[in-house]
């Protein structure tokens, strides 16, 4: 017995379930055996029954098929139709000259309204480009082709018999099939599997080993950014509901790009149109403004363009000026990436628009290699290498892209068959949570670094280490620390402040004594940040919570202490002062869950602030002591780094304050009263003492 085609298959399944298909069993593009239309009729009705309305018999235009899938007998059949159905290969074999010419021209017609409008890259490493040619170029020609070879070899009305004919056009109808057979093969030249491409995909991605604490500076505390892109969407739209006369005709989009402006962590998006009728009354003028949201202060602001120079070029425009179509057609040739929208240092919006190029057969090994700058006020585009894109450019690689080159080259490092099988050394970059990318964004040397974590081939709660690339260079390290994932460092710290039910945002990447740290934002339902927290990397169950950046940093320091980990805060980019005189009052007190010594001086008004355990040798003083303090000044108190006695030359106490037996005991109870975890609530002073410094702590943030 011989086995039917998918094609016979499909044809039964649908006459078994009442769909009309006819009963033609010729070629599926009009060759081999041609039905009449009576058959066509016929055969419709007997296999659709009295019930179907599409059945040659009702002559409702039953889908009658295309040549061999049923002869579509919906050409003039039954009771409208007159009872003489006609096959639509048959009725396109009979065409004359100038019906063919009115079919090509409406065809072309087409393709170039659908290429505007979808404006696909004329570029053979396109996927794009490969699909449009398939449906609207390689399709037509190929039904065309067998249809007149079919018209030839039987001959019609119109058309006389010639088999030389019929085999010419024949023989061509094969060339858009081999035209599919080169991008099949191409597409299959470039999946890993193929000989030697493991090799180039672990290579695209050129990635350098290297020590943490060398390349990443202790972090300056003033320059966290401490919301995330959701949290900035929520500022600028409540900015822009300040504003009655963009409101009712505007809305931000979603884009918020991350960028490094005037040497601070911002997020831009620009304004669009709030619909079609807005769009059509406000277009000469362009978009007025863009909204601009600072990371770290958490200041939301509309910039407001000159007079005459809105921008023209947007996502929400609908025609020539969308900016998607716009470069795309200005550059036919380019396979663009995704876009960005950024501001240079004076302030002016423009696009970032990235140029693919694939490395690896026909649609593999994906990079950048240039970038398109458009202007989006006037339009007017820089094309420039990779190389020679400015320092104020932040995005010429998408985020996604690279994630995606890493993966590559922690897969394929080992070749083919050990990505799949023995995975010997795979890793790949940690998942993200709740549908989001496992990144975020950190900045380093006036550029913006795509950071996430790496773990193994079996993705559990640990990494192997981070990896750092840069979006404008494609510079990339990878930095070898053992710890928690960054999704097991949200539990964590979800955990410290499980009553308050706040939920961590994605943590960002900071150095803290040349310790890895998560630093993220705690959130309330409403999306509005509430406290801070720091996990330390390497042992997630040390997390520091409080309601400012400050009191955050404060209680993480003391856990690093109590770790044995000192805090350097000299190398944390605050400057060291030092101040001498006698101790006029001393108080100790118990803040988010550690020990602290508040002093003042004769003749200082400034409070100074010893955490213990790391200022130990205070509790060698007391009140008439003179002493010499190193610190760094606060807002509301200076953090002690450094505690001298009179004539000493070294940070330690005097002899005594280790060895004495009351000061010992003394430094134990300090010692015993901070935790493996900080809260940022303050708690009684110990003794009966007052608490210092109670009401030093900052209002709650909100958005």
Known sequence: MSQKSGIDSLLEALRASGVDVGS?????????????????????????????RGAGASGQGGFGGFGGFGNFGGFGGGRHGGGSGQSFSNAMAEWGKKAIIVTAIVVVVLALAAYWWFHPPINIHSVDTWFFVAVFILLPLFVFFRVRSAAYKSGTKKVTPSES???????????????????????????????????KYASVLQVEDSTFADDIQQVNYSEIPVIDHDSAVRLGNTQLGSIPDYVSQ?????????????????????????DLFKWFTNREAGLPAYALVNMTTQEAQIVTLPEGEGMKYSQSEPLARNIDRYVQLKYPFYMFDEKSFEIDDDGRPWWICPVQTRTIGLFG????????????????????AIGDCPQWVDRAYPSDLLIQQYNWHGAYAGGFLNSIFGQQGVVQTTPGTDGMQGYNYIAKDDDVW???????????????????????????????????????????AEGAVQDLGYSATFPILINISDRPTYFMS?????????????????????????????QCQKSYEALLATSGVMVDNAAAGATTESATGVIRTMVEAVV?????????????????????????PIVS?????????????GESTCTVTAVKGAGEASGEGPSDASGGTQDSAAADDAAASGGSSASGQASEGQGGAPVANEGAAAPEVSA
């Open 621 to 633: 003083y007391a009140v008439g002591d003179e002493v010499t303090f190193e610190f760094t000044a």
């Open 165 to 199: 004919k019929a085999k010419g056009f024949r023989a061509l109808s094969f060339i858009p099939v081999i035209v599919v057979l080169v991008g099949l093969i191409g597409g299959i030249m470039s999946y890993p599997i193929f000989p030697g491409n493991a090799g």
């Open 522 to 550: 705690l959130k309330d339902g409403e999306g509005t940040v509430k406290q801070f927290a720091m996990v330390d990397i390497q042992s997630y169950q040390n997390v520091a919570t409080a309601t400012t950046v400050e």
């Open 24 to 52: 033609g069993a010729g070629s599926p593009f009009g060759g081999g055996q041609q039905g009449s239309g009576a058959d066509s009729g016929s055969s419709s009705g007997a296999s659709g029954g009295s019930s179907s």
């Open 592 to 616: 988010e869950g550690n020990s602290h010594f508040y002093v003042t001086l004769d003749g200082d008004d400034r409070i100074f602030d010893c955490a213990l355990p790391s200022m130990l």
């Open 365 to 384: 090994g994906t990079t950048i290699d240039r970038v398109v700058l458009v202007d989006a006020v006037t339009g007017e585009c820089q094309d420039l």
């Open 450 to 492: 795509v950071y996430t974590g790496v773990t193994s081939a079996t993705a559990d709660n640990s990494i192997v280490g981070f990896v750092l690339v840069n979006q404008r260079t494609a510079e990339a390290h990878f930095y070898s620390v053992s710890g928690a994932t960054e999704d097991r460092a949200m539990r964590s």
């Open 250 to 274: 505007f809305e931000i989009s979603n884009l918020y790009s991350q960028i490094n402006y005037n040497q601070e962590p911002v997020r831009v998006s620009p304004l669009g149109y709030a």
